[in-house]
């Protein structure tokens, strides 16, 4: 027992509760029937264990299992690294280039983003991973980034298994005619003679494991490529956007500016070096970033900063004239509502008539904003922010601009 909590140490107890959710259950639901479907065709009825080759493809499964839960878990359970509460930093005057997060009640430190499904703060936020139903982020990026290389290694190796078994096994069995191809699962002559005879389950069994192992492959390789191209440039998804946003804002306002991109060292070797270390944890306190010789840490921040005071001020004021209930596909609010519903896990806001929304943007048919809250809501730091039917609105016709100095002052 003691051996086992030794070396299982969860930081703290209830992140076991991660494991319930569909994304981990589904997940290791396949890596689990991918491993042992790999692991009983080989020694029954493929490659059995009395042979070399047969005992080092058995190891080989073993490895590859266990090498995909561990960075599996690690994913999981290390976790992203969250900036702590009410985190301020050393200099009490760099709070000016920092975003204030009223969830967390502190500063949001360069390349942090609040997660809305982590209710956190996450350091170097890549994005929400609902398969291990955590962020990818600072601490996780490497075991993440390795699991996504795994298990499609594993499931290649698996698949070969499994064509090769049902080849093997009913290769015997089918006789070609004319018009015709008979496969006879009665009359089996094998080259070994297994435990079990090749049954129609097992063939099933082994054919429904191949479909899961070449989809994993396609699906998470994929997942991989991204994931690298994210680490060799030391950009993240959010960080894309942030750049490309940039770009089309000093371009708007022809400010002359000129941004670079601060966390890519330059080489593609240096970026990889970051993440992925001996020891397994990266480069770094998730706070502190090594940058650019021409920026500083708070280059993307103050850009950040520059995009939400531009976006207050270009967000649209609307008065709410039809009631919503906030579900996904309303009924009563026309074909195209129910049909063009975003295809987003963001959240639906309800509607009361008389409400006020700032949107920031839309579809034809949607939109999506804040809702403006009365003062005691807002000192209490509540935010009623999602997408909402676009005929339950319609635009106001005063100008905003006592909002925009009230919030000017809030940005200073
Ligand atoms: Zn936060
Ligand atoms: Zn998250």
């Given at each position: 027992m003691n051996i086992l909590s030794a070396i299982i140490?969860?930081?703290?107890?209830?992140?076991?509760?991660?494991?319930?959710?569909?994304g981990p259950i589904i997940a290791l639901t396949v890596i689990g029937v991918c491993s042992s479907m790999a692991i009983l065709d080989s020694i029954?009825?493929?490659?059995?264990?009395?042979?070399t080759g047969g005992s080092i493809n058995f190891i080989m499964l073993i490895n590859w299992t266990v090498l995909i839960l561990y960075n599996y878990f690690n994913a999981m359970f290390v976790g992203p690294g969250y900036i702590s509460l009410e985190w301020k930093p050393e200099?009490?005057?760099?709070?000016?280039?920092l975003q204030f997060c009223r969830v967390c009640k502190g500063y949001k430190a360069p390349r942090s983003h609040h997660c809305r499904k982590c209710n956190r703060c996450v350091m170097k936020m890549d994005h929400h991973c609902p398969w291990i139903n955590n962020c990818c982020g600072h601490l996780n990026h490497a075991y993440f980034t390795s699991f996504l290389l795994l298990a499609p290694l594993g499931c290649i190796h698996a698949a070969l298994i499994f064509i090769m078994t049902m080849y093997t096994q009913l290769y015997d069995r089918i006789s070609f005619g004319w018009s015709s191809v008979k496969i006879d699962m009665s009359a089996a002559r094998h080259i070994h003679n297994p435990i079990m005879p090749f049954s129609i389950a097992a063939f099933a069994a082994t054919l429904f494991a191949l479909g899961l192992a070449l989809g994993t492959t396609i699906a998470v390789g994929m997942l991989f490529f991204i994931q690298m191209k994210v680490i060799l440039r030391n950009k993240t998804s959010i960080e894309v956007w942030i750049e490309e946003k940039a770009k089309d804002r000093i371009q708007y306002y022809q400010t002359g500016e000129e941004f670079i991109f601060p966390y890519d060292l330059g080489s593609r070797w240096e970026n990889f070096k970051q993440v992925f270390t001996w020891s397994g944890s990266p480069i770094g306190d998730g706070i502190e970033w090594p940058v650019h010789?021409?920026?500083?840490?708070y280059t993307l921040t103050i850009e950040q900063l520059k995009q939400k005071h531009d976006k207050r001020q270009r967000s649209v004021e609307y008065r709410v004239v039809e009631d919503y209930n906030g579900a996904c596909c309303p009924l009563g609010k026309g074909l195209n509502t129910f049909f063009r519903t975003?295809?987003?896990e963001e959240p639906r806001i309800q509607l009361t008539k008389g409400e006020t929304i700032f949107a920031t943007r839309g579809t034809k048919w949607w939109m999506y904003g804040d809702k403006v809250l009365n003062e005691e809501q807002a000192k209490v730091g509540v935010r009623i922010r999602g997408w909402f039917p676009r005929r339950c609105v319609e635009k106001c016709h005063y100008d905003s601009a006592n909002n925009s100095t009230s919030e000017e002052k809030k940005e200073q």
């Amino acid at each position: 027992m003691n051996i086992l909590s030794a070396i299982i140490v969860f930081e703290n107890l209830h992140e076991v509760k991660r494991l319930f959710h569909w994304g981990p259950i589904i997940a290791l639901t396949v890596i689990g029937v991918c491993s042992s479907m790999a692991i009983l065709d080989s020694i029954i009825w493929y490659w059995p264990l009395d042979t070399t080759g047969g005992s080092i493809n058995f190891i080989m499964l073993i490895n590859w299992t266990v090498l995909i839960l561990y960075n599996y878990f690690n994913a999981m359970f290390v976790g992203p690294g969250y900036i702590s509460l009410e985190w301020k930093p050393e200099n009490q005057q760099d709070t000016m280039y920092l975003q204030f997060c009223r969830v967390c009640k502190g500063y949001k430190a360069p390349r942090s983003h609040h997660c809305r499904k982590c209710n956190r703060c996450v350091m170097k936020m890549d994005h929400h991973c609902p398969w291990i139903n955590n962020c990818c982020g600072h601490l996780n990026h490497a075991y993440f980034t390795s699991f996504l290389l795994l298990a499609p290694l594993g499931c290649i190796h698996a698949a070969l298994i499994f064509i090769m078994t049902m080849y093997t096994q009913l290769y015997d069995r089918i006789s070609f005619g004319w018009s015709s191809v008979k496969i006879d699962m009665s009359a089996a002559r094998h080259i070994h003679n297994p435990i079990m005879p090749f049954s129609i389950a097992a063939f099933a069994a082994t054919l429904f494991a191949l479909g899961l192992a070449l989809g994993t492959t396609i699906a998470v390789g994929m997942l991989f490529f991204i994931q690298m191209k994210v680490i060799l440039r030391n950009k993240t998804s959010i960080e894309v956007w942030i750049e490309e946003k940039a770009k089309d804002r000093i371009q708007y306002y022809q400010t002359g500016e000129e941004f670079i991109f601060p966390y890519d060292l330059g080489s593609r070797w240096e970026n990889f070096k970051q993440v992925f270390t001996w020891s397994g944890s990266p480069i770094g306190d998730g706070i502190e970033w090594p940058v650019h010789e021409k920026c500083n840490q708070y280059t993307l921040t103050i850009e950040q900063l520059k995009q939400k005071h531009d976006k207050r001020q270009r967000s649209v004021e609307y008065r709410v004239v039809e009631d919503y209930n906030g579900a996904c596909c309303p009924l009563g609010k026309g074909l195209n509502t129910f049909f063009r519903t975003p295809c987003t896990e963001e959240p639906r806001i309800q509607l009361t008539k008389g409400e006020t929304i700032f949107a920031t943007r839309g579809t034809k048919w949607w939109m999506y904003g804040d809702k403006v809250l009365n003062e005691e809501q807002a000192k209490v730091g509540v935010r009623i922010r999602g997408w909402f039917p676009r005929r339950c609105v319609e635009k106001c016709h005063y100008d905003s601009a006592n909002n925009s100095t009230s919030e000017e002052k809030k940005e200073q």
